[in-house]
């Protein structure tokens, strides 16, 4: 069975790090799309990074130099690491599988997701 | 400000068809990248629910459905049904943003 699975969610204060992680299941994360996808509370959803089957790696304006995702071919986990949070990075995290481009030169749709874990940046 | 606008809520009664739309511009929808839907009922994760403009993953009934014109893409769906009670987000691709999505569209079923 096709499965992905969040952690790491918690409080942390604004200027602090944490890394979530996002185990999968019935698929190689090695030769696939994973992708970030974030919801503020009562927002809509926004992207944070993605990470190609070839390693490459890309994130939009708003997380680029402080947010970085990786991956653990032999654990089948993709991790963000998220550091110098801001009040405005608390949001649902949702972890995804992406299935890579399509002929009309996007990404293809994101048809797995992860349940979600929830990230608080306050004091 | 989504760089794909959505209606922020439609409603109609049971059995009745309502769509959503989603407008983009020339550097995302209108230059020809694909368009997908998502469902988010309340509590949980999205789930994908048309994808390539107007196909349906398995066990997606046929009641819902999805077009693309030029620079816009629009999900429809008829026969509404109160379990289809759920916020509606349109997703595409843009040459200058990468991953693009609708601000979201809230059906209400009266």
């Known amino acids: 069975e096709v499965q992905v699975v969040e952690s790491g969610g918690d409080l942390v204060q604004p200027g602090g790090s944490l890394r979530l992680s996002c185990a999968a299941s019935?698929?190689?994360?090695?030769?696939?799309?994973m992708i970030w996808v974030r919801q503020a509370p009562g927002k809509g959803l926004e992207w944070v990074s993605i990470?190609?089957?070839?390693?490459?790696?890309y994130y939009p304006g708003s997380v680029k130099d402080r947010f970085t995702i990786s991956r653990d071919t032999s654990k089948n986990t993709v991790y963000l690491q998220m550091n110098s949070l801001r009040a405005e990075d608390t949001a649902v995290y949702y972890c995804?599988?992406?299935?890579?481009?399509?002929?009309?030169?996007?990404?293809?749709?994101?048809?797995?997701w992860g349940q979600g874990t929830l990230v608080t940046v306050s004091s | 400000q989504s760089v794909l606008t959505q209606p922020p809520s439609v409603s109609g009664a049971p059995g009745q068809r309502v769509t959503i739309s989603c407008t983009g511009s020339?550097?995302?929808?209108?230059?020809?990248?694909?368009v997908h839907w998502y469902q988010q009922l309340p509590g949980t994760a999205p789930k994908v629910l048309i994808y390539?403009?107007?196909n349906r993953p398995s066990g997606v009934p046929d009641r819902f459905s999805g077009s693309k014109s030029g620079t816009s893409a629009s999900l429809a769906i008829t026969g509404l049904q109160a379990e289809d009670e759920a916020h509606y987000y349109c997703?595409?691709?843009?040459?200058?943003?990468?991953?693009?999505f609708g601000g979201g569209t809230r059906v209400t079923v009266l």
């Open positions: 390539d403009n107007n």
């Open positions: 990470i190609y089957s070839g390693g490459g790696t």
């Open positions: 997703q595409s691709y843009d040459y200058t943003l990468s991953v693009v």
């Open positions: 995804a599988r992406v299935l890579g481009f399509s002929d009309a030169g996007g990404y293809r749709h994101f048809d797995y």
């Open positions: 020339i550097s995302n929808i209108g230059a020809g990248y694909d």
């Open positions: 019935g698929f190689p994360v090695s030769s696939n799309y």
